[in-house]
């Protein structure tokens, strides 16, 4: 890092590279600089603060400026420490799993609204292309007065590890399964046909032409085949929709999350195939559409 007087000292370290970052316009540059010196220094932002003036070694100074060097290039903050938060969960992360997008709370959100009050003694939900496990695991964990268990599908036996670990870190390993296979195909096994009371999902939906012009801190870091969707990005959409219907029991939810102007035709499609009156549009916190709620009946 070009800094003429290495800082020394924690608080050193934050006002310079601070003023770094900002001069090459990071945005929130005071908390990308404490959460990049926390990770340097294996603890957590309070501890700079408690610790204002303890000094670096060279080795962490070295770290943590090659560090911000990388942030300044464009690698997002998770992809730095690896870690992200989901529904206020943690969640590990590495370069095989998407980095859990808040959009997606929307999915996990709904489904704990609609668990609430939907009537089964123990649930069975599926997650479907589960990646790092945030879906499945916010949702087991944060349902806990609810008797349920989750499958949750990946194609990525790397990513599935991740998950698991997730499950693990967030203390609900005993109410997942992790099925490794494309789609419901990975559910085959567990002979779920009609016994599914959820079925959630964020599959990939950007569409070939919209990939191209994704941001570096996206093509470089997140798996292409998390985001990337033939079929003007309703390729997953479509074949989770045609076979839902086969495992959902009767009043069950397909909860899915979609992408920037994909609405109209997925709820066209929708409609062929299920009773328009139980297709619902949820928008995000930008009032985008963002989710399609059907409820099977
Ligand atoms: N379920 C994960 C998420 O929502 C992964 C989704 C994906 O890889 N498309 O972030």
Avoid: W
Wanted: net charge positive; aromatic share 10%.
């Amino acid at each position: 890092m070009p800094m003429k007087h290495p800082a020394k000292t924690i608080s050193d370290a934050l006002r310079e590279s601070r003023l770094f970052l900002a001069r090459h316009k990071i945005p929130d540059a005071n908390l990308a600089t404490e959460i990049i010196l926390a990770h340097v220094l294996k603890s957590y932002r309070t501890y700079l603060y408690r610790n204002f003036y303890k000094r670096l070694s060279l080795r962490q100074l070295s770290v943590y400026n090659k560090l911000t060097q990388q942030h300044i290039k464009g690698k997002p903050i998770s992809r730095i420490t690896g870690k992200k938060e989901f529904m206020s969960l943690p969640f590990i992360i590495n370069r095989h799993v998407l980095s859990p997008r808040p959009e997606t709370e929307l999915v996990a959100e709904e489904a704990l609204r609609l668990i609430q009050s939907y009537p089964a003694d123990k649930l069975i939900i599926l997650d479907i292309g589960t990646g790092s496990g945030n879906i499945a695991v916010s949702v087991a964990k944060l349902c806990q007065n609810r008797h349920l268990h989750v499958f949750a599908s990946d194609t990525s036996a790397q990513a599935l590890k991740i998950a698991r670990q997730n499950a693990r870190i967030n203390g609900v390993e005993k109410l997942i399964t992790f099925c490794k296979g494309d789609l419901f195909r990975a559910f085959k096994p567990f002979r779920l046909g009609h016994k599914a009371d959820f079925i959630l999902t964020n599959p990939p939906y950007i569409t070939p032409c919209e990939y191209k012009k994704l941001p570096n801190s996206v093509l470089k870091y997140d798996p292409k085949h998390a985001l990337y969707a033939k079929d003007d990005g309703l390729y997953y959409h479509k074949q989770i929709m045609e076979k839902a219907s086969r495992y959902l029991r009767q009043n069950g939810y397909l909860l899915m999350e979609m992408g920037m102007g994909q609405c109209e035709n997925l709820k066209k499609l929708a409609a062929e195939s299920y009773n328009p009156n139980q297709i619902k549009i949820l928008r995000d916190y930008n009032d985008i559409p963002r989710m399609l709620s059907i409820r099977y009946n």
